[in-house]
């Protein structure tokens, strides 16, 4: 897979004492780090389950936990029980695979790795994953969510040759047509700044692909969202575009949009969200008639959840217009 302009590696470096919950074996600060907290989460619970009675169901756990790609490279599950949370803590995380290490006066103590894999960094399965996530767009979507209209500073964007817009490209996935490009114009009030181009028929394509990409619109537009489940089953949840842009956008997911087909009157696209600290992908087809960009226009699309990276590529032959 290639993914333009990431970050191949991160790599942080904590010697703070664990002083938080019961028995954490990562300092605070590391789990409040946007770029670790899902692997903070699943380290801290790995020693929880140690610590527990070893019933069969937390004996069930660990084994899969095991097989599903935990590996010790020094020590064993008694070293980690042993953590106190004031030893010197440090992770990588490189192609997909975290490595985290805890040290003492320059010692190595313990070491481990494991592959982002969200269903292993949450000790759940597919099901598991689906039903969650139905059950918070359900809750979400009982409320009233807005997201405001993106504003930039004009000196950080790009300009557009030949024209008054100017754009913000974070790059693509897998191919240059599935791409997170925000296009923007002049601010109307202040000429440093720039708003993000919405609504505008003359612009059908930027616009919708900055509503997709942004979760912002004059409207919410209403959604009717039909859920693919494992098992060849279905579950159809009505929600609207802040809400589930809200939901998917967790974890720090980045959105990336393509379009497959456009006929002047409705737009069919691939709406696909990335988590690489995750290990996961959620992928969605998407209907948007044009008339959105004037009115509070039904959108129709179809999710995919929880899809491993790893297994995403092969998925994109059954696009073979993107």
Not at 162 to 179: A, H, M, N, Q
Not at 289 to 312: F, G, V
Request: glycine share 6%; charged share 20%.
């Amino acid at each position: 897979m290639n993914l333009k302009h990431s970050i191949l590696s991160i790599a942080i470096v904590l010697s703070i004492p664990c002083a938080w919950g019961e028995h954490t074996i990562v300092p605070k600060a590391f789990a409040e780090s946007s770029d670790f907290n899902i692997a903070s989460k699943f380290l801290n619970q790995y020693v929880s389950f140690l610590d527990k009675q070893q019933t069969e169901e937390v004996s069930d756990i660990l084994r899969r936990t095991k097989e599903d790609g935990f590996r010790f490279n020094k020590g064993n599950d008694a070293s980690l029980k042993l953590l106190t949370g004031g030893e010197d803590f440090s992770i990588l995380f490189e192609n997909g695979v975290y490595s985290a290490q805890w040290t003492k006066n320059g010692r190595d103590i313990v070491s481990c790795s494991f592959p982002a894999n969200y269903g292993l960094l949450t000790f759940s399965n597919k099901i598991d994953l689906e039903n969650q996530l139905i059950q918070e767009l359900v809750q979400l979507s009982s409320g009233s969510l807005q997201i405001e209209m993106p504003v930039r500073e004009k000196s950080t964007l790009t300009p557009i040759s030949f024209s008054d817009f100017y754009v913000e490209d974070k790059g693509y996935y897998i191919t240059p047509r599935l791409k997170h490009q925000l296009v923007f114009a002049k601010s109307q009030t202040n000429p440093n700044f720039c708003v993000l181009l919405n609504n505008t028929t003359h612009y059908q394509l930027e616009s919708i692909a900055n509503m997709m990409l942004s979760g912002y619109s004059d409207n919410p537009h209403p959604i009717d969202l039909k859920v693919d489940q494992y098992g060849y089953k279905s579950q159809t949840v009505p929600t609207d575009l802040p809400t589930l842009y809200s939901l998917l956008s967790q974890n720090g997911a980045i959105p990336y949009w393509g379009v497959e087909t456009y006929d002047g009157q409705i737009i069919k696209g691939l709406w696909v969200w990335i988590n690489r600290q995750g290990g996961y992908a959620h992928m969605l087809t998407v209907t948007v008639p044009t008339k959105a960009l004037s009115e509070d226009s039904q959108i129709e699309a179809k999710l995919h959840c929880y899809l491993r990276l790893d297994n995403l590529k092969s998925l994109f032959e059954e696009y073979p217009n993107l």
